[in-house]
Structures are given as C-alpha cells and as structure tokens.
C-alpha cells in the first residue's frame, strides 16, 4: 500500500493491470472482434482519468463515454483513443464532436443532416455509428425506419458513416428475445449494407460477450467484464481479475456498555458490553446506505466484522468485540478480494454497476502499479 494513502479515512485502490489482464481474457476468448472500452461514469467509479490513461495502448478501438464532458476530460489527456459518445446528443454539442472528430450516435435523418452541415462549415468528415433499435428502446433507429436511410445518408458526402450498433436490453436473461435482437441487427446490417459498408459493427456488451455470438458484429463493448464482473455464468469468468479495492480507517474503538443503542434511530442495540470500531466511511462515499441492517460486513485485520445499525454519511460502526488487536489506524477493507462487488450488490438489493458507480469524488484514487 502506498505511503499517500496513510491519511486517507477511505480510498480506493485501482489495479489498471487487472484491467489489461480482463482485455485480454476478452481478446483470448474472441480473437476476432476488436474493443470498445467503457469509461463512462467514472470508468464506472474507477477514476475517468486514471482508467483511459492506463488503457490507452491497451488495443482497444474507442473509449466509450456518455456525455460530451466525459470525451473532453479524454480529449484534454491527449490520449490516442478516441471517445465515442453511447448516447444521443443535444444539437448545441454536435459542433464539438465535429470539431474533435469524436465518435457519435446517429439515431435520426434530422441529427445526420445537422451533422452534414457542420462537416461542411469546418471542412471535415464527421465520424458516426448508425445506432439502431431492437429492442432496448432507448435510442436509435426503428428497424421500420431503416428502409431508403442508407441512401439518403450515402448523398451526405462530410459524413464517415464508419459503423452500425444496437444495445441489447436483456441479455442476462431473456435468451430467445435476445437471439431476435441479434437478428434484427443483423438484418439492419444487410439492409444498410446494399449503400454503406461498416468497418464497426458492435452489439455484445459484458451480459453478452461470453454467452452468446453474433456472426456480423466485429467489436465488443465492454464496461463491467472490463472491471472484473461478468453478469453472466462462464467458462471465462474465473479468469477475470478485480480491479477495485476499497479500503477504510478505524478512527475509534470503544466499548458500549449493554443495551446501548448504535447509530441514527437505533436500529441497533447492544445485547451485551461490545467492543466497537467506528470507520471513516459512509454513503457519502459511495458506501450505500441501503447497506444498513442487511448483514453487510467489513474485512479487518483477517477476519469479518459486521455492520452494526445504520450507516452514517461519513461513518459506519463495527463489531469488533471478537478481536483483541485493533485500534484506529486500521485498515478495512470495505469491498474487494474478501468483500465482493456482488455480495454488496445482493445485499444492497441493486446491480453491480449502481454500487460501483456510487463511489463519490470524496474518495481518493490510487492507481497501481
Ligand atoms: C454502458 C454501456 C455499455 C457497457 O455495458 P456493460 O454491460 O457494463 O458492459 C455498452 N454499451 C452501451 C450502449 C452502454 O450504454
């Protein structure tokens, strides 16, 4: 552990090799589609930063972001990965991805034209991908509306229309509404086909890419397995590293005397004189709140303490009255090897992603190696 994190009360140690390590489970697994690697949200809660730095030459296409704020903190890195904006934009942004030549969502005639326009003003190409709907309903084409689109898009000559995509919208658990969303895309593909040719065509994100294949897709996108978890049982998954490591101070221990409530409204009480470590963590940092009272613990000097009551937005308070050695300065661990992502996911009553995102800016970085 590095010296800087000494006095932190909690941070959050990234491992951006794991990160390459989960690449290239994904390339072994399928060696002829390339990657997209999301870092939208924080590189979910890894840091923006830190995460397109270190994956920079890691051999993937784009860096896939959702806003147009997130592709300028890329952008100001000088990073040779281009961002790849997943959503829709609003027309005062498009001047922007023009201009940087950023990738960009195509859902509309209307966006196409705007963004035509703009290549014409500056004198440019503007790079999209024909974002198409199969079912995730959320953005993109109609398959229905598919019909003349090529062709109206092959006479707008300051557009590279460079790639197709859809988003698959239950993966994870609807096999067969699935395999129909892959082919609606791959007949998208053919239909767009007859006018345009598409050196990207991507549909599997993390629920999808071991569990399923799509023939006309070449590219991946990849957020969660990227970050050790695969949504889905596989072969692979056990291969797959963890990347994040969030860790936490004591900053007290004493002992309650029996029958003494702990933390706000006192959902807890003491049953017996107990030894407790309050640590510097809490909902503010990401630690959720909906954690209170579900049986979550906490990794202290080699053995479980549970959660006592209810976390605090700054704070949370242990049971350590199984342990003789502990006093503040002590290092938790609050998930991680011993506390995983998806046991606070199952205990919290959410998905991994919305855990994981829920780290805040209060909780420090630190990349290693
Ligand atoms: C967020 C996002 C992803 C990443 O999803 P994971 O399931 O985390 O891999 C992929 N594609 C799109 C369009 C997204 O918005």
Not at 81 to 109: D, K, N, Q
Request: proline letters at 5%; charged letters at 20%.
């Amino acid at each position: 552990m590095k010296p800087e994190t000494a006095l932190y009360r909690a941070w959050a140690e990234v491992d951006t090799d794991a990160m390459k390590h989960n690449l290239s489970v994904v390339r072994a697994a399928l060696p002829h589609h390339r990657r997209m690697a999301i870092v939208k949200a924080e590189a979910y809660g890894h840091g923006l930063e830190g995460v397109a730095r270190a994956l920079d030459d890691a051999d993937i296409e784009f860096f896939g972001v959702a806003t147009i704020t997130e592709a300028a903190r890329i952008q100001a890195l000088d990073c040779k990965t281009c961002p790849f904006i997943l959503g829709p934009c609003f027309p005062e942004e498009r001047e922007r991805i023009a201009l940087h030549g950023w990738r960009a969502a195509l859902s509309s005639l209307e966006e196409a034209e705007h963004f035509n326009s703009l290549g014409k003003l500056y004198n440019r190409q503007v790079n999209l991908h024909i974002s198409v709907d199969t079912g995730m309903g959320r953005a993109g084409l109609l398959p229905a509306d598919l019909v003349g689109f090529g062709q109206k898009l092959k006479q707008l000559e300051h557009l590279n229309i460079e790639g197709v995509y859809s988003h698959l919208s239950a993966a994870s658990d609807d096999i067969s509404f699935t395999h129909r969303q892959i082919g609606a895309f791959e007949q998208a593909v053919q239909q767009l086909s007859a006018d345009l040719s598409f050196p990207y065509r991507h549909l599997c994100s993390s629920s999808a890419v071991f569990n399923y294949s799509a023939p006309c897709t070449n590219m991946v996108r990849l957020g969660r397995i990227l970050y050790g978890y695969s949504p889905m049982p596989s072969p692979y998954n056990k291969e797959l590293r963890h990347t994040l490591t969030l860790y936490s101070r004591v900053t007290l221990v004493r002992t309650l005397p029996d029958n003494h409530g702990v933390s706000y409204n006192h959902t807890y009480v003491t049953t017996a004189p107990t030894k407790v470590a309050t640590i510097g963590i809490g909902f503010g940092d990401g630690y959720l709140h909906y954690l209170s009272n579900t049986g979550a613990r906490v990794y202290l000097n080699g053995s479980y303490c549970p959660v006592l009551g209810r976390i605090t937005m700054d704070q949370i308070m242990v049971d350590v009255s199984h342990m003789s050695q502990v006093q503040p300065g002590d290092v938790a661990e609050i998930m991680g090897p011993n506390v995983p992502w998806e046991e606070l996911t199952a205990r919290a009553k959410t998905i991994p992603s919305n855990v994981i995102t829920s780290l805040t800016a209060r909780v420090p970085r630190v990349y290693i190696p």
